[in-house]
């Protein structure tokens, strides 16, 4: 009787010691691999602009040398136009480098005066209209300087623009009396080509010295583009401030014989816009029966350029208000590269409380943009206590419900 029970006892204790190191090894294994880096990998992609399918093939390392660089660029179509952002660090950033040019100084060793001196010998005389000398009373009025550099290049069929540095801007935080300047370009008329530089904090005087290589152009096509330089101050809690801007026609610019350093006074923003928002037709029933607000945005027209390409893909946004409240919101959808528009797109608003008398509702204009913050091209808002056209639609809604009343308004500025 005493053996089976040792036997017993035995086993007893053999099963429990296994299993306790059953589990003791797969706990060290589930450490082990939850203590390994995962192979993650940042690619950085800027919206509307298409990357190679070499820069997003996974077995390409970072660090990769420079032959096989060059032998990935080489082996690159042609046929379409392409951002080379293989030269950015993991933060998105441009290490600065010293590029040599093939007739002018370094970039780094370059001065204002420079710039204006090789500007003479390489520009064509229309292009210098914009370039003039600054008084003391003047410089009160403008928004700076911008310096940059123009290339291209012939064996790669590429275009190249250095963002060098902006000089004089003026300061957006009036707390610091200082901004955290950025730029984005743009190459028109194509404007979803679009790119940015990284965000200075704390300056006046931001040196980007930021590269972009835009491959498949051909130089016969250079003199029909345009660069559109838009200079903006970040701002972390609302809508980042727009400084200015600088234009660059490229026609008569000549670019066979080297590298173009130039630079051009930043001007305010929409100067070259209407004075008019256009005008927005939109049709309104009041069903007092089931306390609802029946909405048609029906057309656009007239409206602003709203960038230099002349393109806007506009969209209206309909927002209700009850007693200065936001409770509700609708959108169209975007309408591409037309001032004249055609929406009928209809919707339906519960209204909270008997009659109109604290509702309100405001119509905002607004052109898409997939690069940035999508633009306030016109306001319109209707209501009780609105003025003009808005006032009167409003009144005759409420006069006359379960009856669809449409009619143009202005739009005032956003």
């Given at each position: 009787?005493?053996?089976?029970?040792?036997?017993?006892?035995?086993?007893?204790?053999?099963?429990?010691?296994?299993?306790?190191?059953?589990?003791?090894?797969?706990?060290?294994?589930?450490?082990?691999?939850?203590?390994?880096?995962?192979?993650?990998?940042?690619?950085?992609?800027?919206?509307?602009?298409?990357?190679?399918?070499?820069?997003?093939?996974?077995?390409?390392?970072?660090?990769?040398?420079?032959?096989?660089?060059?032998?990935?660029?080489?082996?690159?179509?042609?046929?379409?136009?392409?951002?080379?952002?293989?030269?950015?660090?993991?933060?998105?950033?441009?290490?600065?480098?010293?590029?040599?040019?093939?007739?002018?100084?370094?970039?780094?060793?370059?001065?204002?005066?420079?710039?204006?001196?090789?500007?003479?010998?390489?520009?064509?005389?229309?292009?210098?209209?914009?370039?003039?000398?600054?008084?003391?009373?003047?410089?009160?009025?403008?928004?700076?300087?911008?310096?940059?550099?123009?290339?291209?290049?012939?064996?790669?069929?590429?275009?190249?623009?250095?963002?060098?540095?902006?000089?004089?801007?003026?300061?957006?935080?009036?707390?610091?009396?200082?901004?955290?300047?950025?730029?984005?370009?743009?190459?028109?008329?194509?404007?979803?080509?679009?790119?940015?530089?990284?965000?200075?904090?704390?300056?006046?005087?931001?040196?980007?010295?930021?590269?972009?290589?835009?491959?498949?152009?051909?130089?016969?096509?250079?003199?029909?583009?345009?660069?559109?330089?838009?200079?903006?101050?970040?701002?972390r809690f609302s809508r980042?401030?727009?400084?200015?801007?600088?234009?660059?026609?490229?026609?008569?610019?000549?670019?066979?014989?080297?590298r173009l350093l130039m630079?051009?006074?930043?001007?305010?923003?929409?100067?070259?816009?209407?004075?008019?928002?256009?005008?927005?037709?939109?049709?309104?029933?009041?069903?007092?029966?089931?306390?609802?607000?029946?909405?048609?945005?029906?057309?656009?027209?007239?409206?602003?350029?709203?960038?230099?390409?002349?393109?806007?893909?506009?969209?209206?946004?309909?927002?209700?208000?009850?007693?200065?409240?936001?409770?509700?919101?609708?959108?169209?959808?975007?309408?591409?590269?037309?001032?004249?528009?055609?929406?009928?797109?209809?919707?339906?608003?519960?209204?909270?409380?008997?009659?109109?008398?604290?509702?309100?509702?405001?119509?905002?204009?607004?052109?898409?943009?997939?690069?940035?913050?999508?633009?306030?091209?016109?306001?319109l808002t209707l209501g009780?206590?609105?003025?003009?056209?808005?006032?009167?639609?409003?009144?005759?809604?409420?006069?006359?419900?379960?009856?669809?009343?449409?009619?143009?308004?202005?739009?005032?500025?956003?």
């Open positions: 009787d005493e053996i089976p029970t040792v036997v017993g006892i035995f086993s007893a204790f053999g099963l429990v010691f296994s299993v306790s190191l059953f589990a003791w090894i797969c706990c060290q294994r589930k450490s082990s691999k939850s203590n390994k880096t995962p192979p993650y990998k940042f690619v950085h992609v800027l919206k509307g602009v298409d990357i190679y399918p070499e820069n997003l093939n996974s077995k390409k390392k970072f660090g990769a040398d420079d032959k096989s660089e060059a032998k990935n660029k080489s082996a690159m179509p042609k046929n379409s136009l392409h951002l080379d952002l293989e030269k950015r660090d993991l933060n998105g950033n441009f290490p600065k480098t010293t590029t040599k040019m093939q007739s002018s100084p370094d970039l780094e060793n370059s001065s204002p005066k420079h710039f204006a001196e090789r500007k003479k010998d390489s520009v064509s005389p229309d292009s210098l209209k914009s370039i003039t000398s600054l008084s003391s009373e003047d410089k009160q009025d403008k928004l700076g300087t911008l310096f940059f550099s123009l290339e291209y290049n012939f064996e790669k069929k590429a275009f190249v623009v250095n963002i060098k540095e902006a000089r004089g801007l003026p300061a957006m935080d009036e707390q610091s009396m200082t901004s955290d300047p950025y730029i984005k370009m743009t190459i028109l008329p194509e404007k979803k080509h679009k790119v940015k530089t990284r965000v200075l904090r704390k300056t006046l005087d931001p040196a980007f010295d930021e590269t972009f290589t835009f491959y498949g152009i051909p130089y016969s096509q250079v003199q029909d583009l345009t660069l559109h330089f838009m200079v903006l101050s970040f701002d980042d401030d727009v400084i200015g801007e600088v234009l660059i026609p490229l026609a008569g610019i000549e670019l066979s014989e080297g630079d051009r006074e930043i001007i305010k923003r929409n100067v070259r816009k209407s004075s008019g928002r256009g005008e927005l037709l939109v049709s309104l029933c009041y069903q007092s029966t089931t306390n609802t607000l029946t909405v048609v945005v029906l057309k656009a027209r007239h409206l602003p350029k709203s960038d230099v390409s002349g393109l806007s893909d506009p969209y209206v946004k309909v927002n209700l208000y009850h007693a200065k409240k936001r409770i509700s919101k609708k959108k169209t959808h975007v309408k591409k590269c037309t001032p004249n528009t055609v929406f009928n797109e209809l919707f339906v608003f519960d209204i909270p409380c008997e009659g109109l008398d604290d509702i309100s509702i405001e119509f905002l204009v607004l052109d898409s943009d997939r690069g940035s913050r999508n633009e306030v091209i016109g306001r009780s206590s609105a003025e003009g056209t808005g006032g009167e639609h409003w009144k005759e809604i409420c006069e006359y419900p379960r009856r669809q009343i449409a009619k143009w308004h202005m739009l005032c500025d956003g």
